[in-house]
Structure formats: C-alpha cells, structure tokens
C-alpha cells in the first residue's frame, strides 16, 4: 500500500446499487413534465449532479430552462427519489465487504458522491457513517463531477494528496472527475460502459477485491 492513504468511494452505482432507483425517479419526472425518458437521455443522466441532471433533462424533453419550472422539478425529484430510498437499499455485489476491507487496513475513506446530502443522509443509513472519515456531497462543492471539486474537498478533508487517494467509480462523468482531481482511479462498470483512457484502471465487480489488489491495480494506472 505504499504511496496509498486513502481511498475514495463514490456512492450510487459503485457502493450502492441505487442507480434502479433514481431510474424510476427520473422517468416518472419525465412523465410528469410530459415528455418521454429516452436510453440515451438516461445514460446521459448518469453520474450528474443535481443541477446538470436536471438541466440535461429539460433541455432533452425540449423544454425552456427557466428558474421556476427547474425548481418543481428538483423539488418533485427530491421527494420522489426520497420515497424510494426510505428502506435499506441493495448494495452492489461484493461492495460491503470491499469497504469493510479497506476500513480493516487502516486507510482513511471519503464518500464521495454527486447526490446532495438530504439524499446522502439516507443512503448511509444503509452504508454506515462509521465506514467514513469524511462525505463530500454533490451540493456542497461549487462544481460537482466531472470537475474534480468534490474529491479535491474529499482530499483535503483527509489531510491527503489526491495521488495518495484511489478513488473507486462506477460511470465515465466520476471516473473524469477523480482523474482530473489527480486520484489513482478504479473503474467498476455499473448501468453503461466507461471507455478506457490513460489512468483507469478496470475490474468487473468488487467480488474478492481486496486492498492489496487495489493498490497493485492504482500503481498500473
């Protein structure tokens, strides 16, 4: 683990398997202001933060971005995705015990997640605040991912240089913002594919992860 002392996790599709449920949530909004959820309009919605979720959907259904109707509509998406995180929530295959790993070895951890803390605070009901040192949320950065804000926030937090952090994501808009944040970055696939490119390292599930693996895996980035 040498050079390694810290590791960052994001949250839905990566520790969570929570994507289903903000996929009921953003199609039933789509409905609602009266337009269809296309595939690639969903995909494009994956791993964006609150603010450019919702303008990327206005602006598919073909709808004018304007304050008010964006306001509702965040409002509603909030309290919909609420309802459907009210119980515990699945994890992703071999997710718990892969963070229950790197908590055993010592490592200091960060949630890291572009999902605003109102959200956030439901889903550690299931994840557990003592598996984390820090959480940075998606609205409490200025910018969320791609830009590396929030794991620059997560970094500091810890006292850490973001290349003594591996950070563990599951979409192309996190992997680019832990990589532009300067991280060490794991890729564990979840609802789409994320393209190869210099820096990313790939593993197909978390089943059998285990922390001296991730630090041989970082070091090949």
Do not use: Q
Not at 115 to 140: A, N, P, Q, W, Y
Not at 143 to 158: H, M, V
Not at 198 to 212: Q, Y
């Amino acid at each position: 683990m040498a050079g390694m002392r810290a590791v960052l996790w994001d949250m839905d599709g990566t520790l969570l398997d929570s994507e289903k449920l903000w996929d009921i949530g953003v199609r039933e909004l789509a409905a609602e202001l009266g337009g269809e959820m296309t595939d690639p309009l969903r995909h494009a919605l994956i791993g964006a933060d609150g603010r450019s979720a919702l303008r990327i959907l206005f602006d598919g259904l073909g709808l004018e971005y304007e304050p008010g109707p964006v306001a509702a509509a965040g409002a509603w998406l909030e309290r919909r995705v609420t309802e459907l995180m009210g119980g515990e929530i699945p994890w992703r295959p071999g997710a718990r015990e892969a963070l229950e790993g790197v908590r055993a070895a010592g490592l200091a951890t960060a949630l890291v997640t572009n999902t605003k803390r109102s959200i956030t605070e439901l889903c550690l009901d299931t994840l557990g605040r003592e598996m984390f040192d820090v959480s940075v949320c998606g609205d409490e950065v200025e910018r969320g991912k791609p830009a590396p804000d929030p794991y620059l926030r997560a970094a500091r937090l810890l006292g850490a240089e973001p290349g003594e952090c591996a950070a563990v994501e599951d979409s192309v808009t996190g992997s680019a913002a832990a990589l532009a944040a300067g991280c060490r970055v794991l890729v564990v696939p979840c609802e789409i594919p994320v393209p190869p490119r210099p820096g990313l390292v790939f593993r197909e599930s978390l089943i059998g992860f285990t922390v001296d693996e991730l630090a041989r895996l970082v070091l090949l980035a």
